[in-house]
């Protein structure tokens, strides 16, 4: 059960202020159809996040004991210096246009699993399931936290987003991150 509470909350503040989250806005406000949006946005972070986590684990069965929590805790701490800097979404109007052809969850799956490619929640995905070794968990975990970032984002799109105090979540977030770091170090060392 921790590795789904961590991930879900992990991730939410993660994306709270991220490119994609930011994409979703995007999209609710261009389509005005949030339930074909949010299908695709749950099956884009279903498959994303599934793919990371068998990754994280399979980096697990391939990096040294030690090796791995050095990793980890590395990772962890990148990603918590990583949430201090806000993300920025480039002009995706031309890229809306040219995905639209494929109907509003085609366009959505196709530029929010583009956008997911390298992004902090994939990598947190990664990190978290090498932590916790369960690939189910954690994948549901961050695709509930995802959904539960994006999905009022959809709904209610800028009036919602403009209200939220990402600097304070993003802090918050590093906090955790940091946390995270300083405790898989700590708990392989000191346990």
């Given at each position: ?10 991730v939410?503040?993660?994306e709270?202020?991220?490119k994609?989250q930011?994409?979703?806005l995007l ?5 005005k159809?949030?339930?074909p ?10 498959i994303n996040h599934?793919l990371?986590a ?7 069965a391939?990096i ?16 918590a210096?990583w949430m ?10 031309e890229?809306?246009?040219k ?10 799956f196709?530029l ?22 369960s ?6 975990g961050?695709?509930l936290?995802?959904?539960i970032?994006?999905?009022?984002a ?5 009036r919602?987003?403009?209200r ?5 979540i ?14 898989t170090l ?6």
């Amino acid at each position: 059960m921790q590795e789904l509470i961590s991930s879900t909350l992990i991730v939410a503040l993660a994306e709270m202020g991220d490119k994609t989250q930011l994409l979703a806005l995007l999209l609710a406000a261009r389509f005005k159809k949030p339930i074909p949006i949010i299908a695709a946005i749950l099956v884009s972070t279903l498959i994303n996040h599934a793919l990371s986590a068998v990754f994280g684990q399979w980096i697990t069965a391939m990096i040294n004991p030690t090796w791995l929590v050095w990793v980890l805790s590395i990772g962890f701490i990148a990603m918590a210096i990583w949430m201090l800097i806000p993300d920025k979404l480039e002009d995706e109007s031309e890229n809306i246009k040219k995905w639209q052809k494929f109907g509003v969850f085609g366009a959505t799956f196709i530029l929010f699993t583009l956008a997911e490619i390298g992004d902090k929640t994939q990598l947190a995905t990664v990190a978290l399931a090498a932590k916790y070794d369960s690939i189910f968990w954690v994948t549901m975990g961050t695709t509930l936290g995802m959904l539960i970032a994006n999905v009022p984002a959809v709904l209610v799109g800028d009036r919602f987003a403009q209200r939220l105090p990402i600097a304070l979540i993003h802090k918050i977030g590093a906090c955790i991150f940091m946390a995270l770091g300083v405790m898989t170090l700590l708990g392989y060392y000191l346990l």
